[in-house]
């Protein structure tokens, strides 16, 4: 039996179920947006709880100056900052997205392979 991938970010991160939840969420959200339906669905099908995970992100971007800021910079300093924003309203700082990341692709490649991690880093990286 295959671990889930939030008790591999809360064992490997030492943050909280809900953190661990809502930085997937976003994670997964920034590659839906960017991917097509059909390539995040291979993504969902390697990681069955991705649907509930997307729904545990909370909003993106965040009020005030990371909001503007985010849809100021557009593109992926945009992207970074809303990243950045929503991380902040987890109680986590912009460094933890560095975290997640590799442990995120590796997970997911694990689950779906090397072809699916892929799509998934390219949509992050965008």
């Not at 969902?44 to 965040?62: C, H, I, Q, T, W």
């Amino acid at each position: 039996m295959s671990t889930d991938l939030i008790t591999v970010l809360t064992s490997q991160l030492g943050v909280s179920s809900q953190q661990a939840s809502g930085g997937a969420g976003l994670l997964f959200k920034m590659a839906q947006e960017k991917l097509s339906s059909q390539q995040f669905s291979q993504v969902a099908a390697a990681v069955p709880e991705a649907s509930r995970l997307l729904g545990a992100a909370p909003p993106a971007g965040g009020g005030g100056i990371v909001g503007m800021l985010g849809k100021a910079m557009g593109g992926k300093a945009g992207d970074l900052a809303a990243l950045a924003g929503g991380f902040s309203k987890l109680g986590m700082d912009a460094s933890m997205i560095q975290k997640f990341l590799p442990i995120l692709l590796g997970y997911v490649q694990q689950q779906g392979g090397a072809g699916v991690a892929g799509v998934l880093q390219q949509a992050l990286k965008r």
